[in-house]
T-cell receptor, first 116, second 114 residues
Framework: GAGVSQSPSNKVTEKGKDVELRCDPI?????LYWYRQSLGQGLEFLIY????????KSGLPSDRFSAERTGGSVSTLTIQRTQQEDSAVYLCASSRGSGGAGYEQYFGPGTRLTVT | AQSVSQHNHHVILSEAASLELGCNYSYGGTVNLFWYVQYPGQHLQLLLKYFSGDPLVKGIKGFEAEFIKSKFSFNLRKPSVQWSDTAEYFCAVNAAQQGGKLIFGQGTELSVKP
């Protein structure tokens, strides 16, 4: 079946502009996650959504970052007033559930964001 | 705060050599443990996971890992590596009481010489 898809695959933006990154999870997966992969910081958790619960935003690095998940499916990660340190690969993952049962997270191909 | 430490940043082996990649985590509660692999140009994919039961878990492509609770470790092993195992390997921890988020180690780049 279809995996997690992300768009765009590459995004180049000027410092100070806003960007939106999109994630389509695997159908039926209730949990959706955003991570960031950068050279200096490795793979960092940003935010996750589980069903209708309030999202866990504990990994968002600043208030310039926000995310929403509409209808329990597609998610958009928005970065306002981008800075050069935001340059990274943004990964989305989804899973059938979350928490104690160790559900596998399936990762998308990522969006490579470059801020010039 | 939870953290995950992978001891080796870059490992270079010849084919047929044995592999062991170290992973230690800091968290006192119940954890789920994962190894993910990223082959060149591909997505992250799961190699194996532990969440309960036998602490020795077997994954795809001949990989295995052992959870040693007393040492807070989850080392990855393979008795004989192949050139196709060249990839980056990530250890990750999920604290069972804190939802599904994964905390990743910094990754280990494995290069296997043919």
């Amino acid at each position: 079946g279809a995996g997690v898809s992300q768009s765009p695959s590459n995004k180049v933006t000027e410092k100070g502009k806003d960007v939106e990154l999109r994630c389509d999870p695997i159908s039926g997966h209730t949990a959706l996650y955003w991570y960031r992969q950068s050279l200096g910081q490795g793979l960092e958790f940003l935010i996750y959504f589980q069903g209708n619960s309030a999202p866990d935003k504990s990994g968002l690095p600043s208030d310039r970052f926000s995310a929403e998940r509409t209808g329990g499916s597609v998610s958009t990660l928005t970065i306002q007033r981008t800075q050069q340190e935001d340059s990274a690969v943004y990964l989305c993952a989804s899973s059938r559930g979350s928490g104690g049962a160790g559900y596998e997270q399936y990762f998308g191909p990522g969006t490579r964001l470059t801020v010039t | 705060a939870q953290s995950v430490s992978q001891h080796n940043h870059h490992v270079i082996l010849s084919e047929a050599a044995s592999l062991e990649l170290g992973c230690n985590y800091s968290y006192g509660g119940t954890v789920n443990l994962f190894w993910y692999v990223q082959y060149p140009g591909q997505h992250l994919q799961l190699l194996l996971k532990y969440f309960s039961g036998d602490p020795l878990v077997k994954g795809i492509k001949g990989f295995e890992a052992e959870f040693i609770k007393s040492k807070f470790s989850f080392n990855l092993r393979k008795p004989s590596v192949q050139w196709s195992d060249t990839a980056e390997y990530f250890c990750a921890v999920n604290a069972a009481q804190q939802g599904g988020k994964l905390i990743f180690g910094q990754g280990t780049e494995l290069s296997v010489k043919p």
